[in-house]
């Protein structure tokens, strides 16, 4: 029990270090790279559209040229009204993640109220930073925060850079190594207050076209059941799709013959 | 040199017990109720804002009575301890008994060693999978433990609130007869109205988190019903 004029405050991570498990510990190690190869999530998504955000991220992990898992799911929710999908080194990403929830949680249940939508973005960019001398040895992780900002009434998406870097993003972004073309087909396909299934549609057309130009970006595995995670945030919240209606948007998306263009 | 005065050791812990008691006494007591969907948390609090009952954890709430500068570290202090064993560990691995224990070797031994005891009264609940698996742990100002699996109260008068509770009590009460018998308990011959209450729930299943403040809409509907 912390002594009331030593007390850590409502901040998770401050707690973790007063009880000696600081997560963002130096690492010792020799300069230069890792000399082994390590696991990478790929390509993650988030759009505006009329009743909130869209996020979506594909399921592929890769360990150099090899696929190192094939359902590991990019996109988790940070708390009811927001989430936080991750590109980059896995295992350092989804420590962050694991964090990033717990301390949403913990300032909520200390503070008796939830932080504002802005505050979780600045949590996030300080974490993002916290990893920099990580990432200069080769362990980036950059994630993507989208959110319902129950103040304003709109969804709101940052995108960081490995610096703690953090851009708000006007109607949508994409991340990860097939960042560039889910970004590219979200442009030309985005327009202001889409409904949910063409939002929807437009994040895996996104994940289609990057999955199509990038080795470690997974397509839609028909044969072993396995479809990007897809997820929604509103006023009600953070909610996953099924993975019938994903699988169904998918099919939707491939019928039209333009996607194998 | 001063010598102080020799004080008898019972004497000393006696005069350290009325002391806490009575202040303790001073406050508004609470109950907890096990009703059919949880566990009932229900304080007479008049403030909206400085709660009395509040989140643990995935299935633990926390209430006090007393000083609210004290129970309030308390609770800050089971939040960091509960998620710093969920993040070391498990969530699962979190449950109410350790942290009951935790809470009662803090308050033995501010009991036993500090000048003054802690003014506070505390209950740590956890709603259970199942009916029957719930548990309600009421630590003392001195660190006893007593461990409840009906209903458990805090405060002044605790005795007649018990006793008033007891009668006709079921834990498969709805939510609406729980809030009011819980208040109809806590008033005796006083009227409490949905103001005067902070009224919260531990669900058994809904979800990761268990817990939900109650809205004073559902509170002012409960206790209508007995005027009718």
């Known amino acids: 029990m912390f002594d009331p004029t030593e007390a850590p405050g409502p901040s998770f991570t401050d707690v973790l270090r007063r009880v000696g498990l600081d997560p963002f510990a130096p690492v010792q190690q020799a300069a230069g790279g890792a000399p082994f190869e390590i696991r990478h999530g790929t390509t993650i998504v988030a759009l505006r559209y009329a009743d909130g955000v869209v996020m979506a991220g594909d399921r592929r992990a890769t360990a150099g040229s090899s696929i190192a898992h094939r359902a590991m799911d990019k996109v988790h929710p940070a708390d009811r009204h927001s989430g936080v999908a991750i590109a980059g080194a896995a295992g350092p990403a989804m420590e962050m993640v694991k964090l990033f929830q717990l301390q949403l949680e913990h300032y909520e249940k200390v503070e008796g109220s939830a932080l504002s939508l802005e505050g979780k973005a600045n949590q996030l960019s300080q974490m993002v930073r916290s990893n920099l001398g990580m990432a200069m040895q080769g362990f980036v992780v950059v994630p993507l925060f989208a959110g319902f900002d129950l103040r304003r009434g709109v969804g709101r998406i940052y995108s960081y850079d490995p610096t703690g870097g953090r851009y708000e993003e006007t109607d949508f972004h994409a991340d990860g190594s097939g960042g560039r073309d889910a970004r590219t087909t979200i442009k030309l396909g985005w327009r202001p207050d889409l409904e949910r299934h063409e939002a929807v549609e437009l994040a895996v057309r996104a994940l289609w076209n990057a999955a199509d130009e990038d080795s470690a970006t997974g397509g839609p595995d028909t044969a072993r059941g396995i479809y990007p995670t897809v997820a929604t945030i509103t006023d009600s919240g953070f909610e996953y799709l099924p993975r019938d209606e994903v699988a169904d948007r998918f099919a939707a998306v491939l019928s039209t013959g333009e996607a194998l263009q | ?228």
């Open chain 2, 1 to 228: 040199m001063s010598m102080p005065f020799y004080v008898a050791p019972e004497q000393f812990m006696k005069d350290k017990a009325d002391f806490a008691r009575k202040n303790i006494a001073r406050g508004r007591p609470l109950v907890a109720v096990v009703y059919a969907d949880g566990i009932l948390i229900c304080a007479e609090n008049q403030s909206k804002s400085l709660h009395k009952v509040s989140e643990i954890y995935d299935r633990i709430a926390f209430a006090g009575v007393g000083r609210y500068n004290e129970f309030d570290s308390l609770r800050r202090a089971g939040v960091q301890h509960a998620d710093v064993k969920g993040y070391q560990f498990s969530r699962e691995d979190v449950d109410a008994r350790s942290l009951a224990n935790l809470y009662a070797q803090y308050m033995g031994n501010v009991f036993t060693h500090d000048m003054k005891p802690l003014e506070v009264e505390i209950l740590v609940a956890e709603v259970g999978a199942d009916p029957g698996g719930d548990q309600l742990f009421h630590i003392l100002y001195d660190g006893s433990v007593v461990d409840e699996d009906r209903y458990s109260v805090l405060g002044g008068e605790a005795e007649a609130i018990s006793g008033r509770l007891e009668e006709g009590f079921e834990s498969t009460w709805s939510l609406d007869v729980a809030i009011r018998r819980a208040a109809k308990a806590l008033a005796g011959d006083r009227e409490l109205v949905s103001s005067d209450l902070e009224v919260a729930v531990l669900l058994r299943s809904d979800g990761r988190r268990a817990f939900r403040r109650i809205d004073d809409a559902v509170v002012v509907g409960a206790l209508g019903v007995t005027a009718s």
